[in-house]
């Protein structure tokens, strides 16, 4: 039968209409019965919308929404199911329409592809590896949550490849940069309207939702989650957007642009006092030593070691007694409570949760035990450690070879496009960052927040998409 063939064009555009009305009051139906569902398949079309809306597939715009979707929006929490990321439905959206729309005009899919691609799969093969290895030799059966840590190196493999593909050039840096330290300050702000409680009723809304069991000490004690929903998240998020502008401070020569990063920089700075996170305010600081001493002396030899002495070493010395004049006297306590080594500091329960879990590790300290969710805690405060327990020393190795080998293609990268300010900015700020996640990584986490990982793999992404990537086909 040729239907099609019989039916004229305004006959088409009826029938068309007809199915656009039944899936609007479909989705409609869903949206108000099922509310959550129904936002799924709301971001899912939106999505489609916003990559189809110039007539053909157009990924320009998906930096800033990947990082609008990161920094700024919460969970998408389920009673019955682990709560969704909105960046994780973008991404899959991208490539579900990257892989049809390719299909669909017969061409190969070809990639970009650079050695630090092969990273993410040796790391996933550790992990499936432990996960069969607990589970084969040492009786731990493994349950389906085991695989979503899996699922989460797929999301993060998925983000990283799609912007290393896009087509962005050097002057679009300067571009990113703005959204970036834009979006950074909108989160700062919404900490600051959390700390002096303008909105109260949003605030109790908005905490609420983003997680429940801080909304006690935000009441009690002012502490802060911005738009992450933990207060240390969103003390490191803060701390790597204070690297941003304070490395853009030091690099740019124009005034305007050094005075508005350098009150952007106070901002950040406010935020993570007011975060009470002792871990991000560690990270900051090892983050700024490293800058002032290491990376801008090597950038600008001699008259950079100068500026440092007599200039900007003073003002970060005013910086830092005018903020301890500021700070609230909440924020001492716990300063005071983790330098207390004793059974009545913070640090105790820590040690006691790191012993338990080294015992742990040595049942199978070559492989580990995989991440064995139905019987292990995943709450050890301390993700080196985490790693280590679940992946064995294998697999804490190839983990940190994976990092350092970003680090080292960065500088790569920013050594080949010496001339482009805003990517030396970029490269700097990451490598920076690089090294307080390693830090934040012992007391705390950070590779395994679906919320903070996304934005270090697009921002990655963004510089790696200016290396020299070699092109990978795959069949049609």
Same mark, same amino acid.
């Given at each position: ?285 090892? &983050? ?49 409570? &983790? ?30 035990? &995989? ?106």
């Amino acid at each position: 039968m040729e239907l099609a063939g019989k039916l004229n064009d305004k006959e088409v555009n009826i029938i068309s209409s007809v199915v656009g009305i039944l899936l609007t009051f479909l989705l409609v139906y869903v949206f108000f019965n099922f509310f959550k569902f129904g936002l799924l398949i709301f971001l899912f079309l939106l999505f489609n919308f916003l990559f189809l809306m110039s007539g053909k597939l157009s990924f320009n715009n998906i930096i800033f929404f990947l990082l609008f979707c990161s920094i700024l929006c919460p969970y998408i929490q389920f009673e019955s199911i682990p709560s969704i990321r909105p960046e994780l439905i973008l991404i899959f959206t991208a490539w579900i329409l990257f892989i049809f729309g390719k299909f669909s005009k017969r061409e190969n899919i070809q990639l970009k592809w650079t050695s630090i691609h092969k990273w993410f799969f040796i790391f996933g093969g550790c992990i499936l590896f432990s996960i069969l290895w607990s589970w084969v030799v040492k009786n731990l059966t493994p349950i389906g949550r085991d695989f979503f840590e899996i699922g989460k190196l797929i999301e993060y493999f998925l983000i990283f490849t799609l912007v290393t593909n896009l087509d962005i050039k050097k002057e679009d840096f300067k571009k990113y940069y703005i959204i970036l330290i834009s979006l950074f300050l909108i989160s700062a702000i919404f900490g600051l309207i959390q700390y002096f409680d303008l909105f109260h009723n949003f605030n109790v809304a908005f905490i609420k939702y983003l997680n429940p069991a801080h909304f006690d000490d935000w009441l009690r004690n002012n502490r802060i989650v911005g738009t992450i929903g933990n207060p240390n998240d969103f003390g490191i998020l803060m701390a790597l957007s204070s690297f941003f502008v304070l490395v853009g401070i030091l690099w740019s020569k124009e005034i305007d642009t050094k005075l508005l990063l350098f009150i952007s920089f106070l901002i950040f700075v406010l935020s993570i006092i007011l975060s009470f996170s002792r871990s991000a305010l560690i990270c900051f600081l090892a &983050g700024i030593f490293f800058i002032l001493f290491y990376k801008y002396p090597k950038r600008f030899k001699l008259k950079g070691k100068i500026r440092i002495l007599f200039i900007i070493l003073p003002l970060f010395i005013i910086l830092a007694l005018i903020f301890l004049s500021i700070a609230p006297p909440t924020f001492f306590l716990r300063i005071k409570a &983790g330098m207390d080594l004793g059974p009545e500091g913070s640090i105790w329960p820590r040690l006691i949760k790191w012993e338990a879990a080294i015992d742990a590790w040595k049942q199978s300290p070559l492989f580990g035990l &995989g991440p064995e969710k139905g019987t292990i805690t995943s709450t050890l405060d301390n993700e080196w450690l985490l790693l280590l327990k679940r992946y064995g020393i294998v697999g804490f190795l190839i983990f940190f070879v994976w990092f350092f080998k970003f680090y080292r293609g960065i500088g790569k990268i920013q050594w080949l496009n010496k001339d482009n300010l805003f990517l030396e900015i970029f490269s700097i700020s990451l490598q920076v960052s690089l090294i307080a996640i390693g830090i934040f990584m012992i007391p705390a986490g950070f590779y395994h927040s679906l919320q903070t990982m996304p934005i270090l793999m697009t921002l990655l992404g963004i510089v790696y998409s200016q290396n020299n990537l070699k092109k990978l086909t795959f069949c049609k």
